[in-house]
């Protein structure tokens, strides 16, 4: 299952993205801050490029064509199924017939122009791991997968700190299951984002690009992000995990390298694969 999702900006970017999914052989479309997508018109511009019959996996209280969160995918419709919107949050269930069951939850946290202090980043994490774990409880499965844009680095303490995300750059370590603070476990999420960063990765250095004309500057930022519980890392492929910045027939990048944001987004898609056919995934019943 290859999966692609991408910060939207807000924009109808529904031609391009559907270049992204036919080029890459897409699976999963998973956008964020998609108030402007037409779903209609997404849907048919993904089956006109694709040749592919794609459908919308809408949340019920949304309107039709326009919502923050939007789910596509070449699966049939009964196999998703919405479990909650919640703010800067959205979960979706997904189910096909040779899997067991696992949840995505999409994430669109607020903008650091508004929410810039590490406490505002913190309390928002916290509200994400909420979520996470009222998700599972309500599932009663652990098989899920975060993406979207988080406003915080990989290395941000809001993401790694074990009382928001515990979330951890290496799979042997977030194999463990979890790690015990202040007499308490708390469960690791495996964040794999942490191998694109700089420049010695294959792609872009980060998936945003900006001078913030401030004493301290990153120039890249990786927001967009993709995490996951250790219950899928074995049917997680590290090697297709990948920040597009362009493909045949669409170029994402400006001169500086970064999101051209004239031409599309301010952000760079990110793609990823689990391996459906993995022991840990494959449903044998």
């Known amino acids: 299952m290859r999966v692609l999702f991408w910060n939207v900006q807000k924009k109808p970017l529904e031609d391009s993205a559907a270049t992204l999914v036919a080029s890459l052989k897409v699976d999963v479309v998973v956008l964020v801050e998609a108030t402007q997508i037409n779903a209609t018109r997404q849907v048919t511009a993904l089956t006109k490029a694709t040749g592919a019959v794609f459908c919308y996996h809408p949340f019920p209280t949304d309107s039709p064509n326009n919502s923050e969160f939007q789910f596509f995918s070449r699966y049939p419709p ?114 794999p984002m942490w191998s694109l960063m700089g420049d010695v990765s294959s792609g872009p250095p980060g998936t945003m690009h900006y001078n913030n004309a401030t004493s301290s500057s990153n120039y890249w930022y990786l927001f967009d992000q993709v995490l996951l519980r250790p219950s899928l890392i074995n049917c997680f492929d590290k090697s297709k995990l990948t920040i597009v910045e362009q493909v045949h027939g669409l170029q994402l990048a400006g001169a500086n390298g970064g999101p051209d944001s004239s031409m599309a987004s301010d952000h760079f898609p990110v793609i990823f694969e689990l391996n459906t056919d993995s022991e840990d995934l494959c449903d044998v019943n």
């Open 78 to 191: 009964k196999c998703f199924s919405p479990l909650g919107h919640l703010g800067h949050m959205a979960a979706m269930g997904v189910k096909l017939p040779i899997t067991k069951s696992l949840t995505f939850i999409a994430v669109h946290s607020q903008s650091r122009i508004y929410w810039s202090q590490p406490s505002d980043r913190f309390a928002l994490a916290g509200r994400i791991r909420k979520y996470l774990d009222q998700t599972e409880k309500k599932t009663g499965h652990d098989r899920t997968c975060l993406l979207g844009d988080f406003n915080s680095d990989p290395f941000d303490p809001a993401l790694t700190n074990s009382d928001t995300l515990n979330a951890t750059m290496c799979s042997r370590v977030a194999s463990k299951g979890s790690r015990r603070v202040a007499s308490e476990d708390h469960k690791f999420l495996y964040n």
